[in-house]
């Protein structure tokens, strides 16, 4: 057993999973297995279903070599050469990972110092810090995140290449980026995370749009940020569930509601219509960095859209918007509104206060004039969808 697993065991927190690693060869691990498949491209990993669980199991990599084949900024494009226990360990990033619990013996194999490390709570690089970011830049994120899970610090030498070796992540592919910060963001540390990346420059690669409005924007979109992250912290920690939805919805939303309040006053676009053009414009610029599949990134749109209904309060609207699916949601990403600078406190309480079966009067000029909203439903009415508000049908 390997990684994460016998590290978390050592440091006294409780292991996500466990990794296995051997000198069987895929093909040999396939036989053996019966809920058995090979995954990955690049290097070959048996993933075997014990119950409910999958556990990874990946055959020893054997030294860099050469042969092995990398791009301009020193990155490693194939790796598919086996070795020995030893070789394994040495390909590792951090001396903490390379850590080997023999079941033969119940003893502990280190062939790096992760033991002495882990002593020291120290996260360190295995060999040159430089060398084996540019090997792989996806490890600056690992160094950071692992810290952090582990209130460890970094060693100074994994420090000191960060913010020069940062534009690396540019070069990793968009999907795997986006596994790497969900398992950054959607963590009982994501603020913490949030702000080493930023202060690393590292984020400015991630998010380039929201990292250009942090340094702009000032204290009230870091609190929005924040706020969003320490929301989603909170809830992992209680054991609810969190969404990539909220969370991306809540990253881009600093760009989206300036994009779209300029679009209202420059092209007359009525709100609805704003904010689906701001979120597709800033949806399609961020996923050229992180891909974000459609099954999150349209209920983040949807968050967006639902956000001027809150402020139809009158007749049959309040309650037909209480059933709405996503209104929940909608609801706390309201609140995270109102608490970070948006003239939506008022709008915020009726709501609540509507959930509670007990809508105070509507204030007067709060909301839209009733004219327009009366001819609208009574249209939808007669068309007997009901529909209007279903934004998927705007993508
Ligand atoms: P956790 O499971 O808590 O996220 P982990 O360290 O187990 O942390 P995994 O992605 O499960 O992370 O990786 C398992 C092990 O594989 C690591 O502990 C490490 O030894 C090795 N590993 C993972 N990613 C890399 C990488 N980018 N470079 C080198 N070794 C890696
Ligand atoms: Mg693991």
Redesign the pocket.
């Known amino acids: 057993m390997?990684?994460?697993?016998v590290?978390?065991l050592l440091a006294g927190v409780k292991?996500?999973?466990f990794?296995i690693a051997t000198n069987a060869r895929p093909e040999q691990i396939r036989q053996l297995f019966r809920g058995c498949r090979l995954v990955g491209r690049r290097f070959m990993i048996a993933h075997v279903r014990m119950g409910a669980e999958i556990v990874?199991v990946t055959t020893f990599r054997g030294p860099i070599t050469d042969s092995h084949e990398r791009d301009d900024t020193g990155r490693i494009l194939s790796d598919n050469i086996y070795g020995t226990l030893e070789d394994d360990a040495l390909?590792?990033?951090f001396t903490l990972?390379?850590l080997y619990y023999d079941i033969r013996d119940y003893s502990i194999v280190d062939f790096t110092g992760g033991v002495e490390d882990l002593r020291s709570k120290t996260i360190r690089l295995i060999g040159d810090p430089e060398l084996r970011y540019r090997e792989?830049p996806?490890?600056m994120l690992?160094a950071i995140r692992?810290g952090n899970?582990l209130h460890f610090r970094l060693d100074p030498a994994a420090v000191a290449p960060l913010k020069t070796l940062a534009p690396l992540l540019g070069e990793i592919p968009p999907a795997r980026l986006f596994d790497e910060v969900l398992?950054l963001l959607l963590n009982p540390e994501a603020v913490e995370n949030f702000r080493a990346m930023y202060w690393f420059n590292l984020w400015r690669e991630l998010f380039p749009d929201n990292a250009a409005a942090l340094d702009a924007g000032g204290d009230d979109v870091r609190g929005f940020i924040e706020g969003a992250l320490a929301n989603t912290a909170e809830r992992m920690r209680q054991g609810q569930p969190v969404s990539p939805s909220f969370l991306f919805a809540s990253l881009l939303w600093p760009c989206v509601r300036e994009r779209a309040a300029e679009l209202k006053t420059k092209q007359g676009h009525p709100e609805f219509i704003a904010i689906t053009q701001a979120g597709d414009e800033f949806f399609a610029r961020q996923s050229q960095r992180i891909a974000v599949p459609k099954r999150f990134s349209f209920p983040a749109r949807e968050i967006w859209q639902l956000q001027p209904r809150f402020e139809r309060r009158r007749g049959g609207a309040p309650q037909k918007f209480l059933t709405h699916p996503r209104f929940r949601a909608a609801y706390d990403f309201l609140l995270l509104r109102a608490a970070h600078g948006e003239p939506v406190q008022e709008l915020a309480d009726w709501w609540t206060q509507a959930q509670a079966g007990q809508p105070p009067p509507v204030p007067e000029g709060g909301d839209p004039p009733l004219p327009a909203r009366k001819r609208k439903r009574r249209r939808r009415r007669g068309s007997g969808g009901g529909g209007q508000q279903a934004p998927q049908s705007q993508d």
């Open positions: 390997v990684g994460g697993g590290r978390d292991p996500k999973d990794d990874e390909r590792r990033d990972n390379a792989d996806v490890r690992r692992i899970k398992k």
